[in-house]
T-cell receptor, first 111, second 114 residues
Framework: DAKTTQPTSMDCAEGRAANLPCNHS???????VYWYRQIHSQGPQYIIH???NNETNEMASLIITEDRKSSTLILPHATLRDTAVYYC????????????FGKGTSLLVTP | NAGVMQNPRHLVRRRGQEARLRCSPM?????VYWYRQLPEEGLKFMVY????????ESGMPKERFSAEFPKEGPSILRIQQVVRGDSAAYFC????????????FGPGTRLLVL
């Protein structure tokens, strides 16, 4: 699976959009971009995933660049409950194997 | 549809005892994954199982650790003769049979070895 690079930490004001970047310059054609988050002391929570088109669900939007070398997770209206560590993971779909959690980005949403 | 269930949520053991962690996947899911998160570290993959089969145990310590996913009942992660270094949060995830890519995680079991 391709390696990803994320900033260590970010801050965001409550009610504003949180834009979390991820670089995955070695991604291959059959690898998806997944985002998970882990709120303190809880299990990881699936957020969204995509291959090359932008994706949106009730939690977030995923913007993938045309060359697929980077992506951005957007939380449109961050709340205090969005404070968590966010993980960008690249992997082949239907491989049934491990998710490689790196260090992620620690997002702090402030009042 | 209930999510992934893990029990116990907290487990305290003395050195040398055995720890048994249980995971019930989401309804309709037949793929189970176990991860370990040591204090202040990220999640690390341990083992991937399908019903009655271990598919990938490349992340499992070679000694004292074992996992099973029987035809009936929950998946079990068993740690024999626990040591203090086994203290960690153990998370289970499951995925549906038809689509293997999205894993849904349980709340975890926090093991403390005294």
């Amino acid at each position: 699976d391709a390696k990803t690079t994320q900033p260590t930490s970010m801050d965001c004001a409550e009610g504003r959009a949180a834009n979390l970047p991820c670089n995955h310059s070695t991604i291959s054609g059959n690898e998806y971009v997944y985002w998970y988050r882990q709120i303190h002391s809880q299990g990881p929570q699936y957020i969204i995933h995509g291959l090359k088109n932008n994706e949106t669900n009730e939690m977030a939007s995923l913007i993938i660049t045309e060359d697929r070398k980077s992506s951005t997770l957007i939380l449109p209206h961050a709340t205090l409950r969005d404070t968590a560590v966010y993980y960008c993971i690249v992997r082949v779909a239907n491989s049934g194997y491990a998710l490689n959690f790196g260090k992620g980005t620690s997002l702090l949403v402030t009042p | 549809n209930a999510g992934v269930m893990q029990n116990p949520r907290h487990l305290v053991r003395r050195r040398g005892q055995e720890a048994r962690l249980r995971c019930s996947p989401m309804k309709g899911h037949s793929h189970v994954y176990w991860y370990r998160q040591l204090p202040e570290e990220g999640l690390k993959f341990m083992v991937y199982l399908q019903k009655e089969n271990i598919i990938d145990e490349s992340g499992m310590p070679k000694e004292r650790f074992s996992a099973e996913f029987p035809k009936e009942g929950p998946s079990i992660l068993r740690i024999q003769q626990v040591v203090r270094g086994d203290s960690a949060a153990y998370f289970c995830a499951s995925s549906p049979e038809a689509l293997g890519e999205t894993q849904y995680f349980g709340p975890g079991t926090r093991l403390l070895v005294l």
